[in-house]
């Protein structure tokens, strides 16, 4: 069975910064390219970043809207991908998806508010 | 980047008819288009993958279909349980893109 499980999120300040955590079973996570995604109070689902696999040299790539101020990583041998976001806005308050395209995790809630 | 075009934004229907929701894309993409159905309090579920290829578990009342950069998910007897926002995304090229949704609801 397919897990995917998100943590590290909560309440930040304006400005502050934090890392989610996305642990995955029960599929081949090597293969696959991983990506965050996320969704505003009220909004669709905006793409926020991608790391490739290692056969693509661990590539990322990044939405436009956050470039400089997020990371995507990955730990193969933890089946693990990470966004650490910085200068946190509150526009950045979402629910952010661990996500292949193929399976989905529950979502990880982060507010941004002082 | 490429945009997603999903129209209506939303509608409503009756149990047992047949639905079709629209996605057309501003370039082209080849079939490199999802479908994704999303209920309150859950993560997307894929529906459609590569245009028109039904994703494991899907019922079969679902269909994708594509003509030129205009593509379609139409399920061909609503039920209840399909009342959801529906999303496409296109990951053909960079940053993958997704549409506005299509919010679905029984009438």
């Known amino acids: 069975e397919v897990q995917i499980l998100e943590t590290g999120g909560g309440l930040v300040k304006p400005g502050g910064s934090l890392r989610l955590s996305c642990a995955t079973s029960?599929?081949?996570?090597?293969?696959?390219?991983m990506n965050w995604v996320r969704q505003a109070p009220g909004k669709g689902l905006e793409w926020v970043a991608q790391?490739?696999?290692?056969?693509?040299?661990?590539?990322?790539y990044y939405a436009e809207s956050l470039e400089g101020r997020v990371t995507i990583s990955r730990d193969d041998s933890k089946s693990s991908v990470y966004l650490q976001v910085s200068s946190l806005r509150a526009e950045d308050t979402a629910i952010y998806y661990c996500?292949?395209?193929?399976?989905w995790g529950q979502g990880v809630m982060v507010t941004v508010s002082s | 980047d490429i945009q997603l075009t999903q129209s209506p934004s939303s509608m409503s229907a009756s149990l047992g008819d047949r639905v079709s929701l629209t996605c057309q894309s501003s370039?082209?993409?080849?079939?490199?288009l999802s479908w994704y159905q999303h209920k309150p309090g859950k993560p997307p579920k894929p529906m459609i993958y590569y245009a028109t290829n039904l994703a494991d578990g899907v019922p079969s009342r679902f269909s994708g279909s594509r003509s030129g950069s205009d593509y379609s998910l139409t399920i061909s007897s609503l039920e209840s349980e399909d009342t959801a926002i529906y999303y496409c995304?296109?990951?053909?090229?960079?940053?993958?893109?997704f549409g506005g949704g299509t919010k679905l609801e029984l009438k």
């Open positions: 029960g599929f081949n996570f090597n293969d696959y390219f």
């Open positions: 996500t292949n395209f193929d399976y």
């Open positions: 370039q082209g993409i080849g079939n490199y």
């Open positions: 790391i490739r696999n290692k056969n693509y040299n661990y590539a990322t």
């Open positions: 995304l296109q990951y053909d090229e960079y940053p993958p893109t």
